[in-house]
């Protein structure tokens, strides 16, 4: 076994557990569809003051409901459009299947939800409304985007020697 190449993508440290099967390519003009939608909900989250320090410390400290709503309802509807596409079996625009892969579980995403968790709370964003809170006129969100981006590539130069 020594020296030789792994080719089996389970045992591979590159490997995704969710890879992208993804069949034709997308045109300029089918990924403007996601930066609109992306548009979009940066200012649905502006409005909504998802966003805004505030509340999310509001929300780290119990002081207020209002985040837990927001997230509450993502998750219902999130479970309800799975579910939906499950049962009804709907497929992409492009007509592929949609395919929800098992996960297994590792104890080390509890310890990657823990150290999220404390950079959400610390910093005030997670890093979905980054890209909002930037365009809103945050601009000291910077620092944060700078240090996600560093984290996540640190997190695959070291992935092959981390325990999974």
């Not at 309800?80 to 098992?102: A, C, D, N, Q």
């Not at 640190?154 to 020697?161: E, M």
Request: net charge positive; aromatic share 16%; hydrophobic share 50%.
């Amino acid at each position: 076994m020594a020296g030789e190449k792994i080719t089996d993508a389970r045992f591979r440290a590159d490997a995704c557990e969710a890879p992208n099967n993804q069949q034709q390519a997308e045109s300029f003009a089918g990924n403007l569809k996601y930066g609109l939608t992306g548009v979009f909900f940066g200012i649905v989250f502006v409005k909504a003051e998802i966003v805004s320090w505030f509340r999310i410390q509001e929300m780290f400290r119990l002081d207020s409901f209002h985040m837990y709503g927001v997230i509450g309802t993502a998750v219902a509807t999130a479970a309800i459009s799975v579910y939906l596409i499950k049962i009804f079996r709907i497929r992409t625009f492009s007509g592929e299947e949609v395919v929800f892969p098992r996960k297994t579980f590792h104890r080390g995403h509890v310890y990657g939800s823990l150290l999220f968790g404390l950079g959400w709370a610390l910093t005030g964003a997670c890093p979905g409304p980054l890209f909002a809170q930037i365009g809103a006129g945050f601009h000291a969100v910077l620092v944060t985007l700078l240090s996600a981006v560093a984290g996540t590539w640190l997190y695959g130069y070291f992935r092959g020697k981390l325990p999974h």
